[in-house]
């Protein structure tokens, strides 16, 4: 890009495994040692609020023992320094983006540090546990659920992320493996609409195919060095 156009940037939970928090689907992933169905459906919130609420609680906790690494470090340089547009959409729940100081962020899967109102659909910041039946401020309903995106629920911020990809000259995917939509149709979106297409990943996705390019690499090294390159040109 010669002059400073529009930068779109898709990040998954592989940006996040350098500072220790397991990805979904690899080999010691997040749920190996739990069946998806049983944790991230709202069938399942609904027949074991207790199970997927404890689930949320240990994640959430876990958040104080982590900290952002060098491609959610660099992703915030690159934010604070970039002229143009630029968009990162992240599927993570995880703060570590905003932690490292990234500002022009959408969590388009929810955030561990939100509470949700299954009866009137505010949304809050939540720190500490919050059990099944926890009362809304809002509302007063004993119905404050995680605020995540379950299968089969609509994800965060649609309209936003589709304006963005129709104007992006460049869209990024970092550490996602492609498996679940929309965010894995986002690269077709943004070639669609003429934009240049990179993924950065540890190894060949799902989505690969699609991409003008993909590297091959850890995030905390791949990131940095792109970033790098986009600023000193
Ligand atoms: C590294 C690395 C390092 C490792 N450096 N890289 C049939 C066909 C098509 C679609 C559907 C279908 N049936 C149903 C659907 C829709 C469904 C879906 O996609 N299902 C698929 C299973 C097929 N999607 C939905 O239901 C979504 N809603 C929806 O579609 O609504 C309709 C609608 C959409 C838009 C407008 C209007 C209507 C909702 C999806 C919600 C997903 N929620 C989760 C759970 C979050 C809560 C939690 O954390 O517990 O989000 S699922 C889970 O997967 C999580 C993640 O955000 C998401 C993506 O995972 P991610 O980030 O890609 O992680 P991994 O583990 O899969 O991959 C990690 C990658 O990192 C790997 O590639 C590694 O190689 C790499 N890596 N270390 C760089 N150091």
């Known amino acids: 890009m010669s002059t400073a156009g529009t930068i779109v940037i898709l990040t998954g939970a592989g940006v996040s495994a350098e500072s220790g928090i397991a990805t979904f689907r690899g080999p010691g992933g997040l749920w190996e040692g739990h069946r998806v169905e049983d944790v991230c459906t709202p069938a399942a919130l609904a027949r074991d609020a207790a199970l997927v609420h404890r689930f949320y609680d240990l994640r959430r906790a876990a958040l104080d023992t982590v900290t952002p690494n060098a491609a959610h470090d660099a992703l915030a340089r690159l934010d604070a320094a970039w002229p143009g547009e630029l968009l990162i959409v992240t599927q993570n729940v995880d703060d570590l983006h905003e932690r490292a100081g990234a500002r022009r962020l959408l969590h ?21 546990a919050l059990p099944p039946a926890t009362i809304c401020p809002a509302c007063a309903a004993p119905a404050l659920r995680p605020d995540i995106v379950f299968f089969g629920e609509i ?28 965010a894995a149709g986002f690269v077709r979106a943004a070639a669609a609409a003429g934009a240049a297409t990179l993924e950065l990943n540890l190894e060949r996705s799902a989505g690969s195919a699609w991409f003008d390019e993909t590297r091959l690499g850890p995030a905390g090294v791949l990131v940095p060095a792109w970033v790098d390159a986009v600023l000193a040109r």
């Not at 994800?155 to 970092?174: C, G, H, K, Q, T």
Request: hydrophobic share 45%; glycine share 8%; net charge negative.
């Open 155 to 182: 994800p965060y911020e649609m309209e936003r992320v589709e304006a963005a990809l129709a104007r992006a000259d460049l869209f990024v995917s970092i550490g996602t493996s492609g498996a679940v939509y929309p």
């Open 108 to 128: 388009v899967h929810g955030e561990l540090r939100s509470a949700l109102c299954a009866a009137c659909g505010s949304r809050r910041a939540w720190h500490d």
